[in-house]
């Protein structure tokens, strides 16, 4: 409905009157007059009143992007209302979106202030927020506007990333420039010995202590500092658990998503290239690259992830297409077969692969109508002993897999990892 219409108070407030008025001339009783006479003056000053102009209601969020937790400020504009007295707000529920007041209304005259609504969403994914219905009174409240439906807008809420520094080394740093140190020398600070001066050595790296008690000149020499490149798996097949929101139980899904968005932003930081290969319906994918353009692309392509498995999905032909000189983190709880097989894959081709274990520790199938609670929780404490024994033999071929535990996760793991790529390999031919 969207003209104005006669309140149910004001029609009831114009026939009452009109009723007693009438009674009182027809059975000649004055007191009826005198009782409906406030009745008659309400209705009187609601038609006095009566709206002109047609009312137009926009809505808009004072951010475009939220990361889970934050929140902002639905508002409203209010165009040819001279008319209007009070404003009413109601807000749709939506899922994992908190609202301000609780219930998502709010009434308000237009002289005590603008009738705003708080909207916080609590997990990351794609939320709609600010739809709602709108409901204008003029004075006295004679007539009403609406409600009228207003649609929200579909905001990609990003994931929560935690503070996460390491200062571990990256395990084959292969780029241009960077901050992790190089097998090889070069121009860079980490300091690798002591050589005789050669020509076209910079006179800066002279190591003038040495040089005076040898009597030849000698310089230093440092390793070079290079960049690496970091592929992240993310396991989107399906979600395990129950997710509380921003501060509540977290799901498979949600340690996911956020440690990956955290060890992005880390090597982001750092001058790294990240790739991202979704594992799930949507199969997203993003190409190496660096600066926080990327990164806000990336997080932005784990909000808008789909869950499940894709159509026609082959367990046997995963391939994440990884290159040389890559470190592969993989997050997931490892039910899968196909991604256990991949993991296997790329450990097997030499590749430093670490797998990030994403199970919550109290992760419980989801039980639908007609299913034997007593044979579900059979099947989900075989499914763990898989599980159990698929983490096992990635150890046995040197994989490390380590539980998300928030910042510091990876830190022993990379440092472990750093120092194995290090060491000489033996090659057969």
């Not at 340690?255 to 594992?279: F, S, Y």
């Not at 991604?339 to 797998?355: E, F, H, Q, S, Y």
């Not at 096992?392 to 120092?419: F, I, N």
Request: one cysteine or more.
């Amino acid at each position: 409905m969207s003209e104005w219409r006669a309140t149910t108070s004001l029609s009831r407030a114009l026939v009452v009157s009109a009723v007693g008025v009438g009674a009182a001339v027809l059975f000649g009783e004055p007191v009826l007059v005198v009782l409906t006479a406030p009745l008659l003056l309400l209705g009187a000053l609601g038609l006095v009143h009566r709206p002109t102009a047609a009312p137009r209601v926009l809505t808009r969020l004072d951010h475009v992007a939220l990361h889970e937790g934050q929140g902002t400020l639905s508002r409203l504009s209010l165009h040819d209302g001279h008319d209007v007295e009070h404003v009413t707000r109601v807000a749709a529920a939506s899922p994992y979106v908190a609202l301000h007041p609780a219930g998502g209304q709010v009434g308000r005259l237009l002289g005590e202030g603008p009738a705003d609504l708080e909207l916080s969403p609590r997990r990351w994914g794609r939320r709609m927020l600010g739809e709602e219905k709108v409901g204008l009174h003029t004075r006295w409240a004679g007539y009403r506007w609406g409600p009228v439906a207003v649609g929200g807008q579909e905001m990609r809420v990003l994931p929560l990333t935690a503070p996460f520094d390491s200062r571990a080394e990256a395990p084959q740093p292969l780029g241009v420039v960077g901050v992790h140190r190089s097998r090889r020398l070069g121009s860079g600070s980490e300091f690798a010995g002591i050589r005789p001066f050669q020509a076209g050595d910079r006179l800066r790296r002279i190591n003038w202590r040495v040089s005076l008690r040898s009597d030849a000149l000698h310089v230093e020499t440092t390793r070079a500092e290079e960049d690496s490149g970091v592929l992240l798996v993310v396991d989107a097949l399906a979600d395990h658990g129950r997710s509380g929101g921003a501060e509540g139980a977290a799901s498979s899904l949600d340690l996911t998503v956020r440690a990956a968005a955290a060890i992005a932003e880390h090597h982001v930081r750092n001058g790294d290239r990240i790739a991202l290969r979704v594992v799930g319906r949507g199969g997203e994918k993003i190409g190496y690259g660096s600066g926080k353009a990327h990164l806000r692309m990336l997080l932005g392509t784990l909000a808008g992830m789909r869950v499940g498995e894709p159509r026609g999905f082959d367990t046997e032909a995963l391939q994440l297409g990884v290159t040389g000189g890559t470190v592969v983190v993989v997050l997931s709880p490892m039910l899968a077969e196909s991604i256990g097989t991949a993991t296997a894959t790329l450990v097997r081709r030499g590749l430093p692969v670490l797998v990030i274990d994403t199970l919550p520790p109290d992760a419980v199938p989801a039980v639908t109508d007609g299913t034997d609670p007593v044979l579900a929780d059979l099947a989900w404490r075989m499914r763990r002993i898989e599980r159990e024994q698929v983490l096992g033999r990635l150890s046995a071929l040197g994989c490390p897999v380590v539980a998300w535990r928030g910042p510091g996760t990876v830190d022993d793991v990379m440092r472990r990892l750093a120092r194995r790529a290090q060491l000489p390999r033996v090659r057969v031919r």
